[in-house]
């Protein structure tokens, strides 16, 4: 596109913004409509993950992903997360020159594999994001990661924190906190967000990503004080509501994440502050 064009789209956005986002009154902060490859610059990966634009999407999945859904449809494994795929992939990355085991260890048990894509734009407070899904693997698990800092408020690519690849635990037991929401789990037919550190589980909803595995969905965050509201295809699957104040998040970073077995497709990726 032109400069003239993104001028148009994005005063386009704002317009649509004005209206889709009410009862907010809201600014938009960041679009990416994956229409080149320079759209991936406004990112950053951490672990074995592989990310490019296809057809003017953003794919996302793991380098062992393609091997780890053919074995899990061999083995008639319908596994949700878990780690019973954990073996083989680790005998994908000993075969991986480029790749050591014992980086992807936790207890001396192998954990890896997933993917986190960060993008590099700090939120405010408050704020709504949203974006386009569509999975292209029948297996689980897609997050988003929101309101993402260090524990005493650094970025999350500051290098005071500890080096990350990709492991739940580096994210949910070590020196960041953050909330999180899970999604397409179609064995689970739960959407959960949970708030790290220590994987606090804060509330349950419908995952109505579900009612069509192969549709492209749009997503929705809402995050406004100490409130959480995550909606899928207009529909609200839960609201979360803090009611100790000392416990609320603020901004942060947002990044989507992706178990091994997990493909997706994401577009039109915006980022409005609530006013």
Known sequence: MNDLSNILIAGLLIILGACSQAPYKT?????????????LEDWQMEGPGLASVENGQLLLKSKYADATIDYLQQHQKKE?????????????????????VEAYKMDDQFVGGHLVFWNNTQTPDNYILEFDFQSKSPYALHMIMFSHLGLNGESVFSNELKPRNGLAAQYTKSDMMGYRISY???NRHTTHLRKSPEKQLLIKGEDLSLKDLEAVHHMRLIKVNNKVIW??????AFEYLEKDEDKVLGGGYFAIRLMVPAIGLYDNVRLWEIL
């Open 80 to 100: 949700d997360g878990g780690t019973a795929y954990y073996d083989f992939v680790e005998s994908l990355v000993a075969y991986d020159s480029s790749e050591k």
């Open 184 to 186: 397409y789990a179609p």
């Open 27 to 39: 600014r938009l902060l960041y679009s990416n409509t994956f229409d080149s490859e320079q759209s």
């Open 231 to 236: 909606e899928i295809d207009g529909q609200q």
